[in-house]
Structure formats: structure tokens, C-alpha cells
């Protein structure tokens, strides 16, 4: 064998084992675009639900935080007319509708629930009515926080006072927004 046939037979193998290590790599770089498809698909198809308060004047998001499906949150303020405690508690359901849950009270009168709706029981002094299942109107609480009285907001481990600044005197919303993959992408980068 001459020494040229030998280099062409040794180009020959190299070019054959080049190919073999582009195929590999092929196959390695198309499994790897499959796995960020994957990804891409997952995140881009789930939703995410923040729950907000908003000023409703002009939009502006005062609060807002990361809630899941069946998750509660309250509020408590002392009653205009009766002057007594009230508290409100809601759920973020299974189906993205804002429940009133339960309410409790310490007395009956103008404003306050009158009618014989889920289950009644004394707690602490609260007339506590529970399992009201009771879908809010357009699925979203309006009010407005006064400063005559405390009024808290809770949601899992925080407490926000609705009589001080920044929300109070401001007619405000609180209400879950849905975020769609792709706005939760933008949102990352603002």
C-alpha cells in the first residue's frame, strides 16, 4: 500500500468518525430543543393568579400577591352603624370565582346578614355564619377604608391596614387577576 493510498484510507476513517460525532451531536442538540419546547409549552399553557387591590380612580395596583385555587383571605373592620366587629372571609375557588365563605358578627342590624344561610354558630362572641358558598358581584370587592376605624386585610401571613395610607379614602377593588404565561414572560423583564 503506497503511502498516498494510506492517507486517503486514514482522511477517509477521520471523515467517517466526524460524521458519526456530528450525528451524535445532532441528535444530542435536537433532544435538548425538545426539552425547552417541552418547557416552553408547560409555562406558556399554566396560568398564574395574583390577588390585588387596586384603586379603582385610575388603576393603580396598591397590593397585589400570588394566590392558588382554594386559598381564603379576609377582611375585618368595624361596622359604620352598629360600631361592632366584622369579619369577612373569602376563597379563590376551584372554578377562579371569589366566594364569601363566612361572616361573623357580634350583633344583627342595618347592613349586616339578616338571613338564615349556611351553618349559625357562637365563636368567642361572633354569630359566625359559615359555608355560604355565596359568589361576589362581577367577582370583585369595592370599598372604601375610612380612618374612623381600623380595617385590616389578611392573606396568609400578612396583615395590611386598609385605614392608612396608601388605601385609605381611595374606593378600592380587590379581586384576582389571571396572568397568562406570555404576560408573566413580560412581566419578568419590567
Do not use: C
Request: avoid cysteine; charge should be negative.
Amino acid at each position: 500500500m503506497s503511502s498516498n493510498s494510506h492517507d486517503r484510507a486514514t482522511n477517509r476513517k477521520a471523515l467517517l468518525s466526524s460524521n458519526a460525532f456530528l450525528k451524535r451531536f445532532n441528535w444530542i442538540l435536537l433532544i435538548i430543543l425538545l426539552f425547552i419546547l417541552v418547557a416552553m409549552v408547560i409555562f406558556f399553557s399554566q396560568s398564574t393568579y395574583l390577588l390585588q387591590i387596586e384603586k379603582v380612580e385610575n388603576g393603580e395596583i396598591l397590593w397585589e400577591e400570588e394566590i392558588e385555587k382554594n386559598e381564603w383571605f379576609a377582611h375585618e373592620y368595624i361596622h359604620s352603624v352598629e360600631k361592632s366587629p366584622v369579619i369577612e372571609k373569602f376563597k379563590f375557588d376551584s372554578s377562579g370565582k371569589i366566594l364569601t365563605m363566612e361572616s361573623w358578627t357580634k350583633s344583627f342590624g342595618a347592613g349586616l346578614p339578616y338571613e338564615r344561610k349556611g351553618t349559625v354558630e357562637m365563636i368567642d362572641g361572633y354569630f359566625v355564619i359559615k359555608d355560604l358558598n355565596k359568589p361576589i358581584h362581577d367577582n370583585k370587592l369595592l370599598m372604601q377604608p375610612s380612618d374612623l376605624f381600623p380595617h385590616k386585610f389578611y392573606f396568609k401571613d400578612q396583615e395590611l391596614t386598609l385605614s392608612e395610607e396608601p388605601f385609605i379614602k381611595n374606593v378600592i377593588e380587590i379581586k384576582v387577576n389571571e396572568l397568562s404565561g406570555f404576560e408573566r414572560l413580560t412581566n419578568l423583564f419590567n
